[in-house]
């Protein structure tokens, strides 16, 4: 159900470099990321967004995603501003909802729905080897409220508990997440009450009207509570969009990105919760 597209290349004019970082590990398994990139080294970047893939998805796959998606615009929008994009891979592990088949996930589940309890242990695993590449970044220049984290479906799941429930996710430029949605019972929502004069990242938000895998008031519910907790929230519904990316979403994204980067002025950028349908 999930849609991974492959390109043999991506267009011409696009640099691409591909290089592996070791993360270090927790407990007895170290996570290793080999992580595609585009745009200028980071020494040079004038931003970073880290493209965070689904469940099942590799590094590689989701860049080749972005680069058939509309042309590539995405990708080369964001050369074209010197924001550098960087693919991390997930860890694989057993999945419990593919019988504990080993597959490239963020966490495990134990129950598809919000209302299914959180493996917390792998969540806080993944935030942890996330919060380490954030180091890394910063170690050769860049400022955390200069890197934007985001993803599709798992990708975007983590990305919202590493800005709203991590130190070094608080001071991101911003968070989103693509038919993405958190449990019921997340630790992030208990992080978010606990330490509420910490910083909270912008969310930006999107969600296929017909995902009948990841459905749409699982998202739409995520960002309402996200709302109350005081976080402003980009949220739309992409009509006759299932689990997939689109070119309309991403447009959308191109575009909040560029404004929360500086890059461009955006009225999606503000002080008050968006739910809208596209």
């Given at each position: 159900s999930l849609v991974l597209l492959h390109l043999p290349s991506l267009p011409a004019p696009m640099r691409i470099e591909r290089r592996a970082i070791l993360l270090g590990g927790l407990s007895t398994q170290s996570l290793a990321y080999f992580t595609c990139t585009t745009?200028?080294?980071?020494?040079?970047?004038?931003?970073?967004?880290?493209?965070?893939?689904?469940?099942g998805e590799t590094a590689e796959g989701m860049q080749h995603q972005l680069g058939m998606l509309g042309g590539g615009n995405f990708l080369k929008q964001m050369q074209q501003h010197d924001i550098r994009v960087l693919f991390p891979s997930a860890t694989p592990r057993p999945y419990s909802l593919n019988h504990g088949r080993t597959m490239n996930a963020w966490y495990d589940r134990t129950g598809l729905p919000p209302t299914a309890r959180e493996h917390t242990e792998s969540v806080e695993a993944s935030c942890t080897s996330l919060e380490q590449a954030l180091s890394s970044l910063v170690d050769e220049g860049l400022s955390l409220d200069r890197i934007v984290v985001g993803g599709f479906s798992q990708g975007g799941g983590i990305s919202m508990q590493l800005g709203y429930r991590t130190l070094k996710g608080a001071e991101l430029a911003g968070i989103f997440a693509l038919s993405s949605y958190a449990c019921d019972d997340s630790p992030m929502w208990t992080a978010l009450k606990k330490n509420a004069t910490r910083r909270r990242p912008p969310l930006f938000q999107r969600h296929g009207a017909a995902d009948s895998y990841i459905l749409p008031t699982w998202g739409a519910a995520t960002a309402k509570r996200l709302c109350v907790e005081g976080i402003n929230v980009d949220f739309g519904l992409v009509q006759g969009l299932g689990h997939?990316?689109?070119?309309?979403?991403?447009?959308?994204?191109?575009?909040?990105?560029?404004?929360?980067?500086?890059?461009?002025?955006?009225?999606?950028?503000?002080?008050?919760?968006?739910?809208?349908?596209?």
């Open positions: 745009g200028p080294p980071t020494a040079f970047a004038n931003a970073a967004v880290l493209f965070l893939h689904g469940l997939q990316l689109a070119e309309a979403e991403m447009d959308q994204l191109t575009e909040w990105l560029l404004g929360i980067l500086g890059a461009r002025s955006t009225e999606s950028v503000g002080n008050t919760c968006s739910m809208l349908q596209s």
